[in-house]
């Protein structure tokens, strides 16, 4: 059975920075895109990055564009999100997830992790 668990999330000045890793299982990660998108209270699920199977594309929205970087290690069966700058807006849960193309759309994947909570403070 597919497993995607997240980890690294927390409570985060204004300003700092934050790694999320997210571990695969039961899965043959590196035929699968993955992606990172949050959703905040009352909000609709956003894309956050994503990122083809091989490492070598990677897509984001302006929102995080130059501050978040997604990367993925094939070996180890874990992606990761890298937020620096963060902002109190990027206070959400976010969720890894697993499909066969890279995508901004969540419709595109299958598999989805149980979520991580980032919280930043002013």
């Known amino acids: 059975q597919v497993q995607l668990v997240e980890s690294g999330g927390g409570l985060v000045q204004a300003g700092g920075s934050l790694r999320l890793s997210c571990a695969a299982s039961g899965l043959t990660f590196s035929n699968y895109a993955m992606a990172w998108f949050r959703q905040a209270p009352g909000k609709e699920r956003e894309f956050v990055a994503s990122?083809?199977?091989?490492?070598?594309?990677?897509n984001y929205p302006d929102s995080v564009k130059g501050r978040f970087t997604i990367s993925r290690d094939n070996a180890k069966n874990t992606v990761y999100l890298q937020m620096a700058s963060l902002k109190p807006d990027d206070t959400s849960v976010y969720y890894c997830?697993?499909?066969?193309?890279?995508?901004?759309?969540?419709?595109?994947?299958?598999?989805w992790g149980q979520g991580t909570q980032v919280t930043v403070s002013s």
């Open positions: 997830a697993a499909g066969i193309i890279s995508s901004t759309g969540s419709d595109a994947y299958k598999y």
């Open positions: 990122i083809t199977r091989m490492g070598r594309f990677t």
